[in-house]
Protein backbone atom coordinates (compact mmCIF):
# COMPACT_ATOMS: atom_id res chain seq x y z
CA UNK A 1 0.00 0.00 0.00
CA UNK A 2 1.98 3.18 -1.11
CA UNK A 3 1.50 6.51 1.14
CA UNK A 4 1.44 9.90 -1.23
CA UNK A 5 4.05 11.96 1.04
CA UNK A 6 2.56 15.82 0.89
CA UNK A 7 4.66 18.79 0.78
CA UNK A 8 4.12 19.55 4.64
CA UNK A 9 5.20 16.18 5.35
CA UNK A 10 8.40 16.56 3.09
CA UNK A 11 8.83 20.07 5.22
CA UNK A 12 8.68 18.33 7.86
CA UNK A 13 5.33 19.59 9.62
CA UNK A 14 3.64 17.52 11.50
CA UNK A 15 0.96 15.07 9.95
CA UNK A 16 -2.21 14.08 11.44
CA UNK A 17 -3.02 11.42 13.10
CA UNK A 18 -4.31 8.58 11.08
CA UNK A 19 -6.21 5.00 12.17
CA UNK A 20 -7.08 2.79 9.33
CA UNK A 21 -9.44 -0.61 9.41
CA UNK A 22 -7.83 -2.68 6.81
CA UNK A 23 -9.46 -5.95 7.22
CA UNK A 24 -11.73 -7.79 9.64
CA UNK A 25 -11.46 -11.42 9.48
CA UNK A 26 -11.90 -14.42 11.23
CA UNK A 27 -8.94 -16.10 12.80
CA UNK A 28 -9.87 -19.18 14.50
CA UNK A 29 -13.10 -20.83 15.41
CA UNK A 30 -14.31 -23.69 17.18
CA UNK A 31 -17.72 -25.16 18.83
CA UNK A 32 -18.47 -28.08 20.79
CA UNK A 33 -21.55 -30.30 22.04
CA UNK A 34 -19.40 -32.84 24.00
CA UNK A 35 -22.52 -34.68 25.64
CA UNK A 36 -25.07 -34.29 22.44
CA UNK A 37 -27.41 -35.51 21.71
CA UNK A 38 -28.42 -36.94 25.45
CA UNK A 39 -27.67 -32.82 26.42
CA UNK A 40 -30.61 -31.59 24.04
CA UNK A 41 -33.12 -33.77 26.62
CA UNK A 42 -32.14 -32.13 29.47
CA UNK A 43 -31.71 -28.45 27.98
CA UNK A 44 -36.06 -28.49 29.01
CA UNK A 45 -35.76 -30.03 32.27
CA UNK A 46 -35.47 -28.34 35.64
CA UNK A 47 -31.64 -27.60 35.23
CA UNK A 48 -31.26 -24.13 34.06
CA UNK A 49 -28.25 -23.07 31.73
CA UNK A 50 -25.36 -21.52 32.94
CA UNK A 51 -23.69 -19.40 30.65
CA UNK A 52 -19.85 -17.88 30.98
CA UNK A 53 -18.14 -15.98 28.83
CA UNK A 54 -14.56 -15.45 29.44
CA UNK A 55 -12.79 -12.93 27.30
CA UNK A 56 -9.24 -12.04 26.05
CA UNK A 57 -7.37 -9.76 23.90
CA UNK A 58 -4.04 -9.34 22.17
CA UNK A 59 -2.09 -7.01 19.85
CA UNK A 60 0.81 -7.77 17.72
CA UNK A 61 2.74 -5.13 16.34
CA UNK A 62 3.46 -5.78 12.30
CA UNK A 63 5.65 -2.85 11.67
CA UNK A 64 4.98 0.13 9.30
CA UNK A 65 2.12 1.40 11.72
CA UNK A 66 0.04 -2.00 11.06
CA UNK A 67 -1.17 -3.62 14.35
CA UNK A 68 -3.41 -7.04 14.44
CA UNK A 69 -5.63 -6.92 17.46
CA UNK A 70 -7.24 -10.17 17.84
CA UNK A 71 -10.50 -10.43 20.60
CA UNK A 72 -11.03 -13.94 21.94
CA UNK A 73 -14.33 -15.32 22.94
CA UNK A 74 -14.96 -18.41 24.95
CA UNK A 75 -18.40 -19.22 25.92
CA UNK A 76 -19.21 -21.84 27.86
CA UNK A 77 -22.61 -23.26 28.58
CA UNK A 78 -23.44 -25.86 31.52
CA UNK A 79 -26.45 -27.46 31.98
CA UNK A 80 -25.91 -29.31 36.09
CA UNK A 81 -22.25 -30.42 35.85
CA UNK A 82 -22.42 -31.13 31.98
CA UNK A 83 -20.93 -29.06 29.10
CA UNK A 84 -23.57 -28.39 27.14
CA UNK A 85 -21.44 -26.10 24.58
CA UNK A 86 -18.45 -24.84 24.03
CA UNK A 87 -18.15 -22.23 21.16
CA UNK A 88 -14.60 -20.39 21.08
CA UNK A 89 -14.16 -17.72 17.94
CA UNK A 90 -10.60 -15.33 17.77
CA UNK A 91 -11.95 -12.23 16.19
CA UNK A 92 -9.05 -9.86 14.30
CA UNK A 93 -8.51 -7.01 12.52
CA UNK A 94 -5.48 -5.02 11.16
CA UNK A 95 -5.54 -1.41 11.70
CA UNK A 96 -3.07 1.17 10.56
CA UNK A 97 -2.54 3.43 13.26
CA UNK A 98 0.04 6.25 12.97
CA UNK A 99 0.44 9.32 14.91
CA UNK A 100 -0.87 9.23 18.41
CA UNK A 101 0.54 9.80 21.42
CA UNK A 102 1.47 6.25 23.54
CA UNK A 103 -1.72 6.80 25.77
CA UNK A 104 -4.20 7.51 22.95
CA UNK A 105 -2.25 4.95 20.83
CA UNK A 106 -2.91 1.96 23.75
CA UNK A 107 -6.64 3.49 23.93
CA UNK A 108 -7.50 2.31 20.36
CA UNK A 109 -5.52 -0.83 21.07
CA UNK A 110 -7.33 -1.56 24.52
CA UNK A 111 -10.70 -0.07 23.51
CA UNK A 112 -11.63 1.45 20.14
CA UNK A 113 -10.21 -1.77 18.50
CA UNK A 114 -12.37 -4.51 20.39
CA UNK A 115 -15.52 -2.37 20.05
CA UNK A 116 -14.99 -2.99 16.45
CA UNK A 117 -14.23 -6.26 16.39
CA UNK A 118 -17.25 -7.55 19.09
CA UNK A 119 -20.21 -7.05 16.98
CA UNK A 120 -18.09 -9.47 14.47
CA UNK A 121 -17.34 -12.14 17.51
CA UNK A 122 -20.62 -11.85 18.75
CA UNK A 123 -22.51 -12.06 15.70
CA UNK A 124 -19.77 -15.95 14.77
CA UNK A 125 -20.86 -16.84 18.27
CA UNK A 126 -24.68 -16.61 18.05
CA UNK A 127 -24.31 -18.23 14.75
CA UNK A 128 -22.26 -21.17 15.90
CA UNK A 129 -24.74 -22.05 18.81
CA UNK A 130 -27.87 -21.94 16.67
CA UNK A 131 -25.81 -24.14 14.12
CA UNK A 132 -25.68 -26.64 16.86
CA UNK A 133 -29.03 -27.34 17.80
CA UNK A 134 -29.30 -25.03 21.13
CA UNK A 135 -31.25 -22.22 21.51
CA UNK A 136 -30.64 -18.79 20.45
CA UNK A 137 -28.04 -17.07 22.32
CA UNK A 138 -27.13 -13.28 21.88
CA UNK A 139 -24.14 -11.79 23.63
CA UNK A 140 -24.93 -8.63 25.64
CA UNK A 141 -22.42 -5.44 24.65
CA UNK A 142 -19.63 -5.04 26.43
CA UNK A 143 -17.97 -1.39 27.33
CA UNK A 144 -14.54 -2.72 26.32
CA UNK A 145 -13.76 1.16 27.78
CA UNK A 146 -14.60 0.53 30.97
CA UNK A 147 -12.42 -3.21 30.85
CA UNK A 148 -9.54 -1.01 29.29
CA UNK A 149 -9.76 1.67 32.58
CA UNK A 150 -10.32 -1.07 34.26
CA UNK A 151 -6.90 -2.96 32.62
CA UNK A 152 -4.81 -0.13 33.18
CA UNK A 153 -5.57 0.56 36.96
CA UNK A 154 -4.82 -2.88 37.58
CA UNK A 155 -1.45 -2.60 35.46
CA UNK A 156 -0.44 0.11 38.35
CA UNK A 157 -1.39 -1.80 40.66
CA UNK A 158 0.12 -4.97 39.70
CA UNK A 159 -2.66 -7.01 39.72
CA UNK A 160 -3.43 -8.06 36.86
CA UNK A 161 -6.27 -10.76 36.43
CA UNK A 162 -8.07 -12.02 33.58
CA UNK A 163 -11.83 -10.26 32.38
CA UNK A 164 -14.02 -12.97 33.08
CA UNK A 165 -17.99 -12.35 32.62
CA UNK A 166 -21.28 -14.67 34.12
CA UNK A 167 -24.86 -14.12 33.14
Known amino acids: MAQEITNDQANGQASQPQLVMQ ?31 N ?4 ASDL ?7 VLSLTLTCTIGQRTAYLAEVEQAGLFGIAGFNEMDHAGII ?6 LLFPYARQVISSLVLEGG ?18 QRRAMGGDDAPATLNS
Not at 110 to 115: A, D, H, T
Not at 134 to 151: H, M, R, S, T, V
Open 23 to 53: KIYVKDVSFEAPNAPQIFQEIDEKDQPQVQL
Open 55 to 58: LGQK
Open 63 to 69: GNNLYEV
Open 110 to 115: GSYCPN
Open 134 to 151: FPPFLLQPINFDALFAEQ
